[in-house]
């Protein structure tokens, strides 16, 4: 489908959920979609470019690495957001007529999401905010969207991707409702906890907190984890690393380790150990060829962390307390959570099926839940996939009449109230029911139906 067509089909649409089935369909061809994130990261880069202009930023925040300098951080008491307006930038078309709209739209339940993700990640949370607001206050959503059914007001964005015109009205009216009314941490200097080294917290970019949590780690270690240390020669060093990794992680690391979101309630100690031993693995690539195998599970079997017979399929890696077998540490700490409280689950169950959404009937969650809600575990890096990802779901649930949990990384801290709903038949009496059905049933590896 040529832009042109898109653009169009956009802007002519009668329902903004028309917009979006647009977009959903089209999303099946991926050239497109691939085109539509390199108009996006090229549009990125111009930005960064014409930000060299400009010579200081506030707090003097120079960026350690050789490029623009970078502040990702939204100040309250700053009303041009994040890299030095660029935000705004994107949002030319934002007037402070719409921002009363937005204001009109945005209700408590939103605010609580504000609250809760300013106090956790401080300086960063506009950007979570989107994804929030989809799972959580979908009343608010639902508010925004009709905002965003003003064709007019579409059609000044300029944007063929009616989900980015969403996502970025939803961060930035956000920060503008919230900063009204409280403030925030600012981003400070601070030591890397894994190197040691200076950084300002506001320069990390934001995939650095959506994987490793708030700022704590610089810019270059969380580099160092997705590039890997080319620097290893030996296949000792190699096996050496995966160990201490593994013995890090508690958990046999799945292939694409490099990408594992840290569940943000694990200890600081247990994150700080987590990334250093990321930063010290070997690429996959070049462990394999020192150990002369072909394949990852060589790796781990030339570490002695498996031993022949056993390979678990679909890269699952490592198993909940009740023998699920779970993706991510993030997957292994929401699956224990509810073996520990007694709620009652089932791993990666079929999404039922819907006409247009889910025609074969192949979709996947992650959790069903004995009230028949379902639970997905959202752990992804890139905001853009994610967005789209979740969205995805979101609207299936929704159209299919059924109670969808989205479970980010920093809710680990507080999955009682998220979960409160499916706590209230009395935690302690399900817990006992639950503990005893296990024990008489042999975990299963992919599913398990209900005894
Ligand atoms: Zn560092």
């Known amino acids: 489908m040529s832009s042109k067509l898109l653009s169009a089909e956009v802007s002519q649409s009668p329902t903004w959920s028309d917009n979006l089935m647009v977009v959903q369909q089209d999303r099946h061809d991926r050239k497109e979609r691939w085109r539509i994130f390199g108009r996006l990261r090229k549009r990125e880069t111009n930005v960064l470019e014409e930000r060299n202009k400009v010579e200081f930023h506030r707090d003097n925040a120079q960026s350690s690495l050789d490029m623009a300098y970078r502040d990702w951080a939204f100040y309250a008491d700053d009303p041009h957001g994040a890299l030095g307006g660029n935000v705004k930038q994107w949002c030319f078309w934002w007037s402070e007529e719409t921002q009363l709209l937005f204001d009109e739209a945005w209700g408590p339940d939103a605010d609580a999401q504000a609250d809760e993700l300013a106090d956790s990640y401080a300086f960063v949370w506009p950007w979570m905010i989107p994804n929030f607001i989809q799972s959580r206050a979908p009343d608010t959503q639902a508010r925004i969207e009709h905002i965003l059914k003003n064709r007019e007001l579409v059609a000044r964005t300029n944007q063929t991707n009616p989900l980015t015109v969403l996502y970025v009205s939803t961060l930035w009216g956000a920060f503008h409702a919230v900063r009204k009314r409280r403030s925030w941490k600012t981003p400070q200097w601070?030591?890397?906890?894994?190197?040691?080294?200076?950084?300002?917290?506001?320069?990390?970019?934001?995939?650095?907190?959506?994987?490793?949590?708030?700022?704590?780690?610089?810019?270059?270690?969380?580099?160092?984890?997705?590039?890997?240390?080319?620097?290893?020669?030996?296949?000792?060093?190699?096996?050496?690393?995966?160990?201490?990794?593994?013995?890090?992680?508690?958990?046999?690391?799945?292939?694409?380790?490099?990408?594992?979101?840290?569940?943000?309630?694990?200890?600081?100690?247990?994150?700080?150990?987590?990334?250093?031993?990321?930063?010290?693995?070997?690429?996959?690539?070049?462990?394999?060829?020192?150990?002369?195998?072909?394949?990852?599970?060589?790796?781990?079997?030339?570490?002695?962390?498996?031993?022949?017979?056993?390979?678990?399929?679909?890269?699952?890696?490592?198993?909940?307390?009740?023998?699920?077998?779970?993706?991510?540490?993030?997957?292994?700490?929401?699956?224990?959570?509810?073996?520990?409280?007694?709620?009652?689950?089932?791993?990666?169950?079929?999404?039922?099926?819907?006409?247009?959404?889910?025609?074969?009937?192949?979709?996947?969650?992650?959790?069903?839940?004995?009230?028949?809600?379902?639970?997905?575990?959202?752990?992804?890096?890139?905001?853009?996939?994610?967005?789209?990802?979740?969205?995805?779901?979101?609207?299936?649930?929704?159209?299919?009449?059924?109670?969808?949990?989205?479970?980010?990384?920093?809710?680990?801290?507080?999955?009682?109230?998220?979960?409160?709903?499916?706590?209230?038949?009395?935690?302690?009496?399900?817990?006992?029911?639950?503990?005893?059905?296990?024990?008489?049933?042999?975990?299963?590896?992919?599913?398990?139906?209900?005894?």
């Not at 890397?192 to 704590?216: D, N």
């Not at 853009?384 to 009449?401: I, N």
């Open 190 to 451: 601070r030591n890397c906890s894994s190197c040691g080294e200076k950084f300002f917290g506001g320069e990390p970019p934001i995939w650095t907190h959506r994987q490793f949590g708030p700022a704590r780690y610089c810019e270059k270690c969380c580099l160092q984890v997705r590039r890997g240390n080319t620097a290893v020669r030996s296949s000792e060093t190699a096996i050496g690393a995966v160990r201490e990794l593994a013995s890090a992680l508690e958990m046999i690391p799945a292939q694409n380790y490099a990408f594992q979101t840290l569940p943000v309630s694990l200890p600081y100690k247990r994150c700080d150990r987590i990334v250093r031993a990321l930063c010290a693995m070997p690429p996959p690539t070049i462990s394999k060829s020192l150990l002369g195998v072909s394949d990852w599970f060589g790796v781990l079997q030339a570490a002695e962390l498996v031993d022949k017979g056993w390979r678990p399929s679909r890269g699952t890696w490592c198993r909940a307390i009740d023998g699920h077998l779970c993706r991510s540490l993030l997957e292994k700490s929401i699956d224990d959570w509810f073996s520990n409280n007694g709620v009652v689950h089932v791993n990666e169950p079929y999404w039922p099926k819907h006409p247009t959404l889910n025609p074969s009937g192949r979709k996947r969650a992650d959790w069903r839940l004995q009230s028949g809600a379902y639970v997905e575990c959202a752990g992804m890096m890139k905001s853009e996939m994610y967005y789209w990802k979740m969205h995805e779901k979101v609207t299936l649930a929704h159209a299919l009449e059924i109670r969808l949990y989205v479970v980010e990384p920093s809710d680990l801290l507080n999955l009682e109230t998220l979960f409160s709903a499916e706590l209230q038949s009395g935690p302690s009496e399900r817990a006992t029911k639950a503990r005893s059905s296990l024990l008489t049933k042999k975990p299963s590896t992919r599913r398990t139906t209900w005894s």
